[in-house]
């Protein structure tokens, strides 16, 4: 009897409890009430429970091999969803992985948040020694586009609101997150802990072009003898991709595709100017960049590559502080690319007259000229093969599958496979951007399978496989519908490099003649070695059909790549170097 009242006591009392929720949760709820329903991170103390929750709550959580490839499937999710992609990382050293993808979201426009468990602040403060001590803030930084850290659980909402809208609005970019380890075990009333979420409202909002900006681009574009458009990421970015095409097409300029913008229009439309890229940037007066920035890709607006003819710039962008940035731009346009292509369209009117007949015809011609000379190179079965017989097979099975996702990463690997594959369609082409950054390859090619569901090819060189190659267990733990298809010529560049001095091997130089095809069936995946371009095809076709996580060993000539591909130009050379 005695003991009954007590229980009945103990229960009313629990009853009278306020119930609570906590830092965990919060985080949790404050992501999916912003549809951010994917983590891609590594585990480990402060945050192994909490993705463990964020995984029983819904969310998706990808666990991987090594920060810096979940932070580049990160990076690569914001830029094919507009929405920030999420990375997940321990203090200190996780943090560190991690931070390489966060400084590449920034450097190449893509919106992504770095959310990083952290020590105490109290300890971390005076240096006195924590489990993996840092100051991540501080640190972080430089490298992002904004840097917050939540210290009290009722602030999660804001902070997280503050790094979702800092991620996407204007110029996308990086933004880190710090969450001290003691947040997350802070319990706050839960009505409470609710209210205090923020759903974003219009995170990245339009920002529409000033009327003279867009008057006087047309005026200068209507002007032009010899009109080039050049389309960066940026356009490709803004899924405004009917809007572009239709003004491209209005507009019967030629245009030059930037390489992750490759496809906004098919590289086989009439008017694609890729396979003359020498002659429209040295020949053209008119220049209207869309979302490509004039940086070192564009060889900075000037010097050799643009020819002596006198040239005025058009650029879209909707960074103020891009204009100008390399050389004077004559119509700056600034506003959302969108926007900005919609008031171009509008202010174009019925009739726009078509570019001079002579420089469209020059462009085609040099255009069909050059891709005459390239088709007999892509049709040799040799076996080693070389970059041009291998390439020709995957350019033909990109063709007949366009809404496959396509990864590329490497020197030559990455030169030739840009020039040669066609892409068909908009945002199917990613790649190294802006750094020519090695090691985006496996956490690309998980990233765009897990965002897009689509089958992925990855096209990867053997030194750039080997940045991230160890997510091929992530791929074969997740099942995703990933081929690799390693360009093997034993080496950075080419795999024939002697070292003169001693009996180590030459820099440059792998072991030769390695199977990396036996690496994926460690973990259960399929590999081939591919001596041909016709064992080639024939495993590729067989990959993308089935879906299986597959990794082909392409046998490429060792002696057959260049030194750094298309850009040894940028090597410093030594007046007094010994031979
Ligand atoms: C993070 C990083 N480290 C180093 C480099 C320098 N680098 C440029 S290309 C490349 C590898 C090229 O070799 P591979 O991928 O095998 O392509 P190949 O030219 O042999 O086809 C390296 C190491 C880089 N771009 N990024
Ligand atoms: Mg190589």
Request: proline share 6%.
């Amino acid at each position: 009897m005695a003991e009954a009242a007590v229980k009945t006591k103990d229960a009313n009392a629990a009853d009278a409890q306020p119930e609570l929720t906590d830092g965990f949760h919060l985080v949790i709820d404050a992501l999916k009430l912003n549809g951010l329903d994917t983590i891609y991170g590594v585990p480990g103390i402060p945050i192994t429970d909490f993705g463990r929750m964020a995984q029983a709550s819904g969310i998706r959580v990808i666990s991987f091999r090594h920060e810096q490839n979940a932070g580049y499937a990160a990076a690569i999710a914001g830029f094919l969803t507009k929405k920030p992609g999420v990375c997940l990382t321990v203090s200190a050293p996780g943090f560190l992985n991690g931070l390489t993808a966060l400084a590449h979201a920034t450097t190449n426009c893509f919106p992504m948040i770095l959310i990083s468990g952290s020590s105490e602040r109290e300890i971390v403060d005076l240096q006195q020694g924590d489990y993996e001590e840092m100051d991540q803030l501080a640190i972080a930084k430089p490298l992002c586009k904004a840097a917050f850290r939540v210290l009290h659980a009722q602030d999660i909402g804001i902070g997280l609101a503050r790094a979702i809208r800092a991620a996407v609005s204007g110029r996308p970019g990086g933004v880190y997150l710090d969450l001290p380890a003691k947040l997350f075990g802070q319990a706050v009333d839960a009505a409470a802990g609710e209210r205090s979420l923020v759903k974003v409202i219009d995170p990245a909002p339009a920002q529409i072009p000033a009327p003279e900006a867009i008057k006087r681009a047309l005026d200068m574009l209507k002007g032009a003898k010899r009109p080039l458009i050049i389309l960066g990421k940026g356009a490709a970015y803004a899924q405004a991709d009917a809007a572009i095409r239709s003004f491209v097409e209005k507009s019967g300029a030629p245009f030059l595709p930037m390489s992750m913008a490759k496809g906004l229009l098919p590289d086989t439309h009439a008017q694609c100017a890729g396979a003359a890229r020498s002659t429209v940037l040295k020949d053209s007066d008119v220049v209207l960049l869309i979302g490509a920035r004039l940086n070192w890709l564009l060889s900075h607006g000037k010097g050799k590559a643009w020819g002596d003819a006198p040239k005025k710039f058009i650029q879209v962008d909707i960074e103020p502080k891009e204009m100008d940035s390399n050389v004077e731009i004559a119509a700056p346009v600034v506003g959302d690319i969108g926007s900005v292509v919609t008031a171009l369209l509008d202010g174009m009117g019925g009739h726009w007259p078509a570019p001079p007949a002579d420089w469209i015809k020059s462009v085609t011609s040099k255009r069909d000229e050059n891709i005459a000379k390239m088709a007999p190179r892509l049709m040799n079965n040799n076996s080693p093969m070389d970059y041009h017989g291998a390439l020709g097979v995957l350019r033909t099975i990109v063709k007949e599958r366009p809404d496959a996702m396509l990864v590329n990463e490497g020197a030559n690997t990455l030169d030739l496979a840009r020039g040669i594959i066609d892409v068909y369609q908009p945002r199917k082409r990613i790649d190294v951007g802006t750094w020519g950054v090695m090691g985006i390859g496996m956490g690309y090619a998980i990233g765009a399978a897990i965002e897009t569901g689509k089958p992925v090819l990855a096209i990867e060189g053997d030194s750039a496989f080997g940045f991230s190659g160890m997510e091929i267990e992530t791929i074969c733990r997740y099942k995703l519908p990933v081929c690799v298809v390693i360009f093997n010529n034993d080496g950075i560049y080419r795999g024939t490099d002697v070292n003169s001095a001693n009996s180590d091997p030459a820099t440059t130089v792998f072991v030769k003649g390695a199977r990396y095809d036996k690496l994926i069936e460690a973990f259960g995946g399929a590999g081939v070695n591919a001596t041909s371009p016709d064992e080639l095809r024939r495993a590729v076709n067989a990959a993308m059909d089935s879906g299986t996580p597959t990794l082909i060993n392409a046998v490429i000539d060792s002696a057959a790549g260049s030194e750094s591909g298309r850009i040894g130009n940028l090597n410093p050379k030594s007046a007094v170097r010994k031979k």
